[in-house]
């Protein structure tokens, strides 16, 4: 059996499935000042007579390190930033002390500048002044070659910790993320190891000894060591856990739209052939563009409990909410009122409902019911109109090969998956505005947990090997390596997969759950002069993101 | 996050699967650094930066400059209609507004592809601004356009498209044709009997560096502009000039390209050549991007930049100096030097251009005579009699976007009149209607 468990900022939801049937649920609410708490809260009820050695893992989706970066109490960190030429780069100045140095590395990771010790001392004279203990050390193009960061480390790792390193992040090409992605990772470091240890101190206590495993943004998961290390991949995976157990209710293989439609917002992801889409490089977190990878989710502020207003006959919704809708003795009339009005929703009285519709119609001379019906109709297509922009611009992501330009994969929606508390009275006008079947599944309440406990180990490498230079470089794993002239793409393709495995195992893969994938492949040849000097191999792989096992049915209590 | 002064569209399509030949200057490998940087760079999560993916161009496109023997489709490639495609994305973007400026970084490049086309030129077949300039002309209106062409090679294609067309300015920089392909690009090469003037070469000698580059932007292209009074300035940014390129012998740098570009203030940059891939490319195009978009560009540098080395001699700065002021006199002398051309007339109505054009990426060789009507009322009915020596011989009639009725109404009569048989193709350019036909 595995558990599942996400926190949210209302509710702690989790499940216990056994090959894929849902065997029970809990739901408690989040207690925002005791997160921990609220934790052990939801998990008590859930595991209240369970036989504990049934119980293969459990798997957690929190907001801790999400709340330490919203709320700021995160700790202060050292940066130390090698920017060598390029934009200048004071805008990354995002840590409580930033350094920047001067060495360099060039795009095919040549040593341009040497580092110079100094300033690495000096650096760690000014984070010792200032009582940092937490640190980041970022070089332009370190994912090429990461040597200035290893060096820059070794200087550091007595005396501070964590020390971040850039290209252990990821293995894409983006300074600014890089920095901002490590800044986040060391700020979290501790409010998360915190987590890390009385989590373990209770599972001790409570004599439960199962792996735990983390939710990711990207809808994989960590053991809980890893997500110490690296605890900036845990922030905002509640869209994950949402759109994971929303899939589960959806398996096959077409394009779609996934709404989680609640009271303040509507969040908006999609699939492609079945599998969930990613942001291009990193989820964004607050201020920060970051290389975390993460499930494409926009949000936008319009919800079951969004504020109507009329303005010189013009209606709007949203984006804030004031208050609860009418019908529970809200202070403003709600999306949730026009739906009791017609309805479609049966909660709270009915009457207030018709008489905030009413208001509503006086100010476009209409009446009640015919109000309610145009504000439902509005809401449909506020939903349309943006998924058909989000769609618009998906679809016209830069490419960079004739043949993904004329041949390239275009997102085009089968079917719309809808879950949250208006789903099923909403569908109806999504389903005529979209024009395509709404799907809203029978447990769609217990959907985060669901996907929290139905998501897998994820992991991803980026495999660069330059034969002209004679360097193979995997900054995932660590990996500066000489390579061998006759280096092929085959060869690489298999070093990939291979690399892949192990880092997923060590992440907390059972070798089964791998099922390893190219996802991106090139090989230039270099040419110097007249003459072929060596090939330019670059390789990405993936642990194929997706759910664990299927889910049978919703047959709990 | 940074945000752009300059709202600027790029149009970055690299084109990773496509080559002349695996080891061709023209080759998958060509932006693959440039690509690096830029990504590097963050220059995508600049506010304000939006890439932009290139469209295809049209046959039509192609039409309304280039006469293709045989035809359109077996001399142009899907990867030459993305190429042009993404200038034209990238106009579009400008014009419609939903950028300031807008840079296309494409390959293969364009301007050595003149009006007729046997074959590929100096790596072109098509000439992507042009493509993109008549395209925008025919949707958003006329528009009087300056042209110019900071690539190290003379762009005799760009100069044989606007040749009569004074609408259209081209200036173009580039090492002096006696020491570089094309071997054209002169002072002499004035422009057409309606544009005299308005085709301006300023051949510079091997070793100009920034100094001297800048100082031909602003001692003699920035007042000539400023004269012109375009409504749009167009950089061809060919980046040969580069210290490091492998094919030309001039020592430009990336802070001068962005210095040049900041200055020149184009709202519209396309890629040209630049064949320095690790060298010089990766920071010349950031230098641009970040000069378009208004921002720092001061700490671009290449890995080897050392501005002593790089300085010019004295020579090349006094030769440079008097160049400018020779070039600027004949552009103040335009209208004179063209009564003149005129009165040689004698009475004859057409103005003939007669010329033997190389194609040095496919080998053929092409006689072409252009004749020019002088015409009072507009810049005049024009044919093209062109025979290559793989035996293709053909006759095209262009009737300009200006033309008079009596143009007109000659341009197609000569068109039906000529005799079937005697060419290989008879071509029709109405560029009045838009209209393009072949026989």
Known sequence: MIVGLDMGGTHVDAAIIDRGNIIDVAKTLTDRSDLFGSIWDALDHLLSGKDMSTIEHINLSTTVSTNAIVEGKTAPVGMTIESGPGMDPSFLSCGQENIFITGYVDHRGREIKPIILDEIREAAYRFRQNGIKACAVVTKFSIRNPMHEIQIKRMLEDEFCPVTLGHTISGKLNFPRRVFTSYLNSAVYDVFKGFCGSFKQVMEKKKINVPVNVLKADGGTICLDAAREYPINTVLSGPAASLLGASAFNRDNKDAVFLDIGGTTTDISFVADGVPLFEPLGITIGPYPTLVRAIYSVSIGLGGDSAIHVEKGELTIGPRREGLPMALGGPAPTPSDAMIALGLLNFGEKGKAISAMKRVGEQMGMDAMAAAETVYEKMGDIIKQKVDNLLADINSRPVYTVKELLYGKKLKPEYVSIIGGPARAIAPVLERKFNLPCRVPENYEVANALGAALAKITAEITLLADT?????????????????RNFTLDMARQKALELLKEKAAILGAEGSEIEPEITEESCFNMVRGFYTSGKNIRIRAQVKPGLQCELRGGNYA | MLKAKNRLGLVFFPAFDWAISSTHPEREERLLYTQ???????????????????????????????????????????????????????AEAFMEREVDKAFAIVRPPGHHAQRVVFGDRGFCIINIEALMLENIRQRFGHRRIAIVDTDCHHGDGTQDIYWNDRDTLYISFHQDGRTLYPGTGFIDEFGGPAAMGYNINIPLPPETGEE???????????????????????????????????????????????????????????????????????????????????????????????????KQSPRTTEYIKKLCETIYQRWRKKEDIARDALKTLNGREYVARIRNIYYDTDGIMEEQTQKFKVCPRCSGLNTIHSRSDWGYEIFAVSIPRDACPACIEEGYKIYKETPEGKYFKIYLQDRVNDIYMSQ
């Open chain 1, 468 to 484: 002209a230079a004679g360097v193979l470089s995997v900054p995932e794993v660590g990996i500066y390596d000489r390579v061998d």
């Open chain 2, 36 to 90: 690096d940087q830029v990504f590097e760079e963050g220059i995508a999560d600049v506010e304000g930066i939006k890439f932009i993916n290139p469209g295809m161009a049209t046959e039509k496109d192609v039409q309304r400059v280039h006469f293709c023997v045989p035809d359109v489709t077996s001399r142009v490639t899907e990867s030459h209609l993305i190429s042009a495609g993404g200038a034209i994305k990238a």
């Open chain 2, 212 to 310: 001297g580059f800048l100082y031909v932007l602003d001692n003699l292209v920035m007042p000539i502009l400023e004269e012109y009074k375009p409504d749009l300035v167009v950089n061809s940014a060919g980046q040969d000039n580069h210290y490091t390129d492998p094919i030309t012998n001039m020592n430009f740098t990336a802070q001068g390209y962005a210095k040049l570009n900041h200055r020149l203030n184009p709202d519209i940059a396309v890629l040209e050549g630049g064949y320095s891939i690790e060298g010089a490319l990766p920071y010349v195009n950031l230098g641009i991007i970040l000069a378009m978009a208004g921002l720092d560009y001061s700490h671009v540098k290449e890995p080897d930049y050392d501005p002593g080395k790089l």
